[in-house]
């Protein structure tokens, strides 16, 4: 069927320390820090990690939210895994890899006939490394070289306790297809771009996960639509078929979002990236390597800074010799679609 959703775009973690994040996903996942910037919403200042891969592709980006401030619940109605893509032969590198680094992992298993190592972060979400045919173009450490590293998703696998009304939404609302069953998971695969694949979980006697932000979950998963055009288009699309808790279209300068509780209790956003998107205001070789605001928190700059937890960038993920500093906008991009931006005030709002 015709769909408006292309892929993931991205999926966001709630882990606990912010230096602790940063280090595990560059280090043990070998992620390149994409972006360095704050959390929109609220008046706490919390950073906002980006991490992919060489190209920082959709598809490829997990966003963290530290959160250190309380605990959340893992359990049903969340994404419970985040699936990346290695090459095919590569699963044996990881377990050594992990092992290195002391990274509580499961060995090397078998889902629909595919091979996949599945770790834990040290706030407590699980990954998985899963063999596939992928051709993105992956970051290289001083660890893990481009034979053996992550390509981008491979997918997530949403924990549901119950399948049917789920599966209807990912189906009729987002444009999956189902693909197999393989004892308790679901397999459906999505879009036009690699990674498309969600596992739904049956797990009827799990209790709820939280839904608010809290250390240790994985907090929403976000799909990718061409333009504003296909945004409003999917809003109207949701609320056709009856899901009209459909949020407002929201500016989160990078890209613009609007989320959906779905039937599971997964919380899903859809995507469409901004004009420029994460190269507005760094060069594609000093991604990452500056924290970055939206120009309407440049005047807050100082109070955020003095907020935010110090953490030290890995060298991997800093500037490279000959990188030049891209200027900020001077002002607002203006869309021509209506748009909802949070403006906090920091100083005021200091708990």
């Known amino acids: ?14 882990p606990g320390p912010a230096q602790q994040d940063v280090d595990f996903c560059t280090q043990v996942l070998g992620q390149r820090l994409v972006k360095q910037t704050v959390l929109l919403d609220g008046n706490i200042p919390i950073y906002h990690f980006y991490y992919g891969n060489a190209d920082a592709d959709p598809g490829s980006i997990a966003t963290s939210f530290p959160y250190s401030r309380k605990a959340g619940r893992a359990g049903s109605g969340q994404i419970s895994v985040v699936s990346y893509a290695i090459p095919k032969g590569a ?11 002391s990274v509580e992992h499961d060995g090397i298993k078998e889902r629909f006939g595919t091979r996949y190592l599945r770790l834990r972060h040290p706030a407590g979400m699980w990954y998985e490394v899963v063999e596939a045919d992928d051709h993105r173009r992956p970051w290289k450490t001083s660890r893990i070289s481009a034979d053996v590293a992550t390509r981008g998703f491979f997918g997530a696998v949403m924990s549901v306790r119950s399948v ?14 189902k693909v197999g069953v393989d004892g308790p998971f ?41 333009n504003d055009e296909a945004l409003f288009a999917q809003k109207a699309l949701y609320e056709e078929l009856g899901y009209t808790d459909a949020s407002e279209v929201k500016d989160r300068y990078y890209f613009h979002s609007m989320y959906v509780r779905s039937p599971g209790g997964v919380l899903v956003e859809c995507t469409a990236n901004a004009p420029g ?20 928190y440049e005047s807050q700059r100082a109070e955020i800074l003095r907020r935010l937890e110090p953490v030290t960038v890995p060298d991997e ?13 001077v002002g607002v991009p203006v869309s021509s679609t209506p748009l909802s931006r949070t403006n906090a005030d920091f100083a005021r709002y200091e708990r």
Do not use: Y
């Open 277 to 296: 998107g994460f190269f507005q205001d760094e060069s594609p070789e000093e991604l990452g390597t500056h924290l970055n605001l939206p120009p309407w």
């Open 186 to 226: 679901h397999r459906f695969q999505g879009g036009s771009c690699p990674g498309g694949i969600i596992d739904l979980h049956h797990e009827p006697e799990r209790a709820p996960g939280t839904w608010a932000f809290g250390a240790g979950t994985f907090h929403h998963i976000a799909f990718t639509v061409e």
């Open 1 to 14: 069927m015709s769909t408006l959703v292309k892929g993931i775009h991205h999926i966001t973690q709630c």
């Open 91 to 101: 699963a044996p590198f990881w377990v050594q890899h992990l092992d290195r680094f």
């Open 317 to 329: 993920s800093r500037a490279r010799c000959g990188a030049v500093r891209t200027p900020v906008p």
């Open 164 to 177: 049917e009304e789920q599966e209807q939404f990912l189906v009729d609302a987002l444009g999956f297809r």
